[in-house]
Every structure is written in structure tokens, then in C-alpha cells.
Nanobody, 122 residues
Framework: QVQLVESGGGSVQPGGSLRLSCAGS????????MAWYRQAPGKQRELVGA???????KYADSVKGRFTISRDNAKNIMYLQMNSLKPEDTAVYYC????????????????WGQGTQVTVSS
């Protein structure tokens, strides 16, 4: 069973930065596609970005140039570096594993973390 635990959320002012972490169980490194999703109040969960050894990285248009995904398979950790944060980035951010990535987008896998809250407000 894959376990994913997010951390690093919090409150930040617009223009600020946060780095989220997703720590996984031992087989984390075998997951080709890892991703971050987010869900704002009253909205559907949406893809933030995904990383794959075969398809590289993909990002939602709303975060391109501001967010960066990386992973350290040796440490079983994935990161989401978020810069130039905006109020519309406020959401619960979820780590996801075992999804599928195409040349256009990514689809979630069956493993989810519990989520971490990110609030961007002045």
C-alpha cells in the first residue's frame, strides 16, 4: 500500500513563496507519474502539475512559470515549489501517485495524500 503525506502548507501574502513536500512509502520511486492537484472551496479538484521519467513535467496554464515540481526518488520525496503566489492559488493541495501522463495532460492515479492547506491572502 502506498502512503503519501503532504507537508509545507500555510498562509502567505500575495507574491510570497511556499514549498510543499510529499513523502512516500518505500515503493514511491517506482511510480512513474507523480502529481500535485488542488481543490479550492466550491470547485472541482484540478491538476497543478505532474512529473514523469518518460514525459518530463507538465503544468496547468495558471501556474506555468511560477510553480516547479521536482522529485528525489532516493529520499521518496516530491516537491512543489510555489513562487509569486496569488490569492487564486488558495486551495487544499494533494499529492497523487500512479497516474497517467500523455503528451497533453495527466490523469490521477489511485493513491492520494490527505492534503495540505495553502492560503494566500493579504
Amino acid at each position: 500500500q502506498v502512503q503519501l503525506v503532504e507537508s509545507g502548507g500555510g498562509s502567505v501574502q500575495p507574491g510570497g513563496s511556499l514549498r510543499l513536500s510529499c513523502a512516500g512509502s518505500a515503493i514511491f520511486s517506482s511510480m512513474n507519474v507523480m502529481a500535485w492537484y488542488r481543490q479550492a472551496p466550491g470547485k472541482q479538484r484540478e491538476l497543478v502539475g505532474a512529473i514523469s521519467s518518460t514525459h518530463g513535467t507538465k503544468y496547468a496554464d495558471s501556474v506555468k512559470g511560477r510553480f516547479t515540481i521536482s522529485r528525489d526518488n532516493a529520499k521518496n520525496i516530491m516537491y512543489l515549489q510555489m513562487n509569486s503566489l496569488k490569492p487564486e492559488d488558495t486551495a487544499v493541495y494533494y499529492c497523487n501517485a500512479a497516474g497517467v501522463m500523455t503528451s497533453v495532460t495527466a490523469y490521477p492515479g489511485k493513491y492520494w495524500g490527505q492534503g495540505t492547506q495553502v492560503t494566500v491572502s493579504s
